[in-house]
């Protein structure tokens, strides 16, 4: 998966087929912005259609494991893909909450996901008990080791976005200022680098999906740490607020960047080649010698060029 920057808007239950109609009239889509919009289970349709000729992708807010059989009210992963569904968010804290989902169903549910070629929107959240028990740094790992556990690496770099969502944040009323986000997302990346590989962990897009301001927003989709966005209240929506944050995006996410970055950064590596590597134990950093530091440098873009 290419680590353009990316825009996710979670329409939860915001959208009917009005607003999403407006929303697709009036958002121009970008080749440099991956913009993905997440409809209720009876919008996917709707927008799938609706956004046919534009450049926006459709992911599903939530899906079962289960294929057939008797039960009422759940949704198959098959079902979505008959239909060109190829995006599933998986461990948003107000689905978990709502159906109780633990650690070990959101890892079942990645885990079929991603063997079955579906692009995985994992939301990685944090809560008040989490940073009750430990740190952001230590909750971060412990979550990430039990959501990814049991599962072939191989497959992250192409079918999976990890969005941070610290819920904190909105509970005990902080700031996430640049500094905090970048550095959370920072943590997981190094993470996935340690524990599978540097390839790995330098392809898989990390995006922070809390409450930020206004103000705060552009230095923090401009470190090439951040991935993007995502959208999760009612402002994804907005066709306004949604083509100004595309607009800033853009500036990160030029044609310069993404050749320097694929030059350098050897995306097409054969995963072959990365599973043989795992297997010897044999580090990225024998053969590449990649300073984070020189290949993710930020590109000013003048407003003249948009």
Not at 82 to 93: E, F, L, Q, S, W
Not at 183 to 208: D, K
Not at 224 to 246: A, C, F, R
Request: overall charge negative.
């Amino acid at each position: 998966m290419d680590r353009r920057k990316k825009l996710i808007a979670n329409w939860k239950l915001n959208a009917d087929y009005v607003s999403m109609k407006k929303f697709f009239d009036n958002v121009s889509s970008n080749e440099d912005v991956d913009l993905v919009v997440v409809p209720s289970l009876l919008g996917i349709l709707p927008a799938m259609n609706l956004s046919r000729n534009k450049q926006i992708n459709v992911a599903a807010q939530n899906c079962g494991i289960v294929t057939v059989g008797n039960h009422t009210g759940d949704t198959s992963w098959i079902e979505l893909k008959d239909y060109n569904i190829r995006n599933i968010m998986v461990g948003h804290p107000e689905v978990c909450k709502a159906f109780g989902e633990s650690d070990i169903l959101i890892n079942k549910k990645v885990k079929t996901f991603l063997e079955n070629e579906i692009n995985v929107i994992l939301v990685l959240s944090e809560d008040r008990t989490d940073l009750l028990k430990d740190s952001t740094k230590e909750s971060l790992k412990l979550k990430l080791k039990k959501y990814l556990s049991g599962i072939d690496p191989t497959l992250f770099a192409n079918h999976l976005t990890i969005v941070y969502k610290p819920t904190f944040i909105g509970e005990v009323g902080v700031r996430a200022t640049p500094e905090f986000v970048v550095g959370a997302i920072t943590t997981i990346r190094n993470f996935i680098r340690e524990e599978y590989s540097f390839y790995i962990g330098n392809n898989i897009p990390i995006l922070f999906g809390g409450e930020f301001l206004s103000e705060d927003f552009e230095e923090i989709v401009n470190s090439n740490h951040v991935d993007g966005v995502m959208i999760d209240n009612e402002k994804s929506t907005s066709p306004k607020y949604i083509s100004i944050l595309m607009k800033y995006l853009y500036k990160a996410s030029t044609e310069t960047y993404q050749k320097f970055y694929e030059n350098n950064l050897i995306i097409d590596e054969p995963l072959e080649i990365e599973r043989q590597r795992q297997q010897i134990n044999i580090s990225p950093f024998e053969d590449y010698e990649i300073d984070s530091d020189i290949y993710f440098k930020d590109i000013d873009i003048s407003e003249e060029e948009i």
